[in-house]
């Protein structure tokens, strides 16, 4: 069973498009992530939820927005399309264990293409 | 403010021979500090974790990472490089405060060449 998974794994559009990337985990987390990682590799968080809560809201154009239905649920809406948006999205979860840690778990990333 | 640095943008190490993989992080509190693996086009996938306790942390893949204290690092090594280790790998530092943040270093790639 997957535990992290995304759709849809490619997406390619046209500047000035309006897409979607839907996220689910199985693994009973209470915490969700959405990352963006460039051509160079650098991961740099997006977002987080918390029980459906938004805990973290970096520095992100608002063209973007997430959306939490549930607990296992983490979507990313985009407007507007970029050049620049073109990158790989990954979602992640984490559950706060009783040590304190936190360790996430990725899905399989979202190349999104905008020509 | 908590961090990490990667070094090295690039490893390079033949088959069979032992790899490092360097970082080092600066923190308030207690560390909370983690490798990732991540092969060409997929996810990242978690390697191992120090919180407390041995300093030698085993995890998967035959990986182990060394926790030192005095030198703030926590470099991941493996006493035996196979060509599928060839992959890029991140440390990553728990953020302060509640968050549920980690903090990445900007990766390392790692070539086992035959």
């Known amino acids: 069973d997957t535990a992290v998974s995304q759709t849809p794994k490619y997406l390619v559009t046209q500047m000035g498009n309006d897409k979607s990337i839907k996220c689910e985990q199985n693994?009973?987390?209470?915490?969700m992530y959405w990352y963006k990682q460039d051509s160079k590799k650098f991961l740099k968080i997006m977002f987080s939820?918390?029980?459906?809560?938004?805990?973290i809201n970096e520095t992100v154009p608002n063209r973007f927005s997430p959306k939490s239905p549930d607990k296992a649920h983490l979507n990313l809406h985009i407007n507007s399309l970029e050049l620049g948006d073109s990158a790989v999205y990954f979602c992640a979860s984490s559950q706060l264990r009783t040590s304190g840690s936190y360790e996430q778990y990725f899905g399989p990333g979202t190349r999104l293409t905008v020509t | 403010a908590q961090s990490v640095a990667q070094p090295e943008d690039q490893v390079n190490v033949a088959e069979g021979n032992p790899l490092t993989v360097k970082c080092t992080y600066s923190v308030s509190g207690n560390p909370y500090l983690f490798w990732y693996v991540q092969y060409p086009n997929r996810g990242l996938q978690f390697l191992l974790k120090y919180i407390t306790g041995d300093n030698l942390v085993k995890g998967s893949y035959g990986f182990e990472a060394e926790f030192n204290k005095s030198q703030t690092s926590f470099h991941l090594k493996k006493p035996s490089a196979l060509v599928s280790d060839s992959a890029l790998y991140f440390c990553a530092v728990r953020g302060a405060g509640n968050n549920r943040k980690l903090i990445w270093g900007l990766g390392t790639s790692l070539a086992v060449n035959p």
């Open positions: 693994l009973g987390h209470d915490t």
């Open positions: 939820y918390n029980n459906k809560e938004l805990i």
